[in-house]
């Protein structure tokens, strides 16, 4: 089991995580390689605050959050942490300033699927990326212009837990429980291994990681070790989010989609 290092800078946690789907192509501006160099050097600087405010799509929660505890820095440590793995921070904002910000930063993208949205908002979300995948991706087309499965991609799209069983160079196999779908609901299924990238080139998101360790994966990369508390918080809110577009929606995004 590797011993947990000194925490990440925002940035620096911002990079971790922002990096796998930005390296697809889905998000952010096309940079991929400045971010895991950021990310494997550990150096904070403002080019690198530069390509953190290019994604669009993490933005408008960490502003919510920026405005509602009073931290000037969006990308200050405590909001990136709640928006990617969680915290307390998530509960302190309020519906109606949720609300606000992603009627300004998702209305327009989203179309016709807004009014069915909306329904989210008072029902239970809060600026966690659980909540973008489950009830924000569906109405933003990203499901349908894909190839792959839609459920593999919220799947992959979420971020994930699980323990790290094996090490290889660039590899780890984790055992970690996916989202499975029996036509009514998402659940999580029964633990599997899968075989994560740790690092490409000698650069890694998340350092040194061993056996025993749990980490957070983001799309097909582990992006770094979780102490249990962050763990919880990462089941709490992904679990919220999953009782919201199963039980109070009443057309979840999701299982039009799936369906």
């Known amino acids: 089991m590797s011993a947990m290092s000194t925490p990440a800078s925002g940035l620096q946690l911002f990079a971790r995580y922002a990096y796998p789907p930005n390296q ?26 530069a390509l953190a405010q290019a994604f669009h799509g ?20 405590r909001l990136v942490e709640a928006y990617w793995v969680g915290n307390a921070i998530l509960d302190r904002v309020d519906v109606a300033a949720f609300g606000r910000v ?15 949205f909306e329904e ?17 991706y569906p109405w933003v087309g990203m499901l349908r212009g894909e190839r792959a499965e839609p459920l593999e991609i ?10 790290v069983l094996s090490v290889s160079e660039e590899t780890a196999v984790v055992s970690s429980q996916p989202l499975q779908w029996d036509g009514r609901r998402l659940f999580f299924g029964v633990e599997r291994p899968e075989t994560v990238t740790l690092g490409s080139d000698g650069l890694s998101l998340a350092g040194a990681v061993g056996p025993g360790d749990t980490v957070s994966m ?11 508390a962050a763990v919880g918080h990462l089941r709490t809110y992904t ?21």
């Open 24 to 49: 697809r192509g889905y998000c952010g501006p096309v940079e991929a390689r400045s971010l895991i160099e950021y990310a494997a050097a550990g150096i904070t600087d403002p080019g690198l605050a």
């Open 58 to 77: 993490p933005l408008p929660y960490l502003n919510v959050m920026a405005g509602v505890t009073g931290i000037a820095d969006p990308f200050d440590r």
């Open 102 to 116: 992603l009627d300004e930063g998702f209305r327009r993208r989203m179309g016709g699927g807004w009014g069915f």
């Open 120 to 136: 989210a908002i008072p029902a239970g979300g809060v600026p966690h990326h659980s909540f973008h995948v489950l009830a924000v």
């Open 154 to 163: 919220l799947d992959r799209c979420r971020i994930r837990w699980g323990t």
């Open 218 to 228: 983001h799309w097909d990369w582990v992006c770094d070790r979780l102490d249990p």
């Open 239 to 259: 679990m919220r989010h999953l009782d919201m577009v199963n039980t109070r929606l009443a057309h979840p995004g999701h299982a039009i989609l799936l369906e």
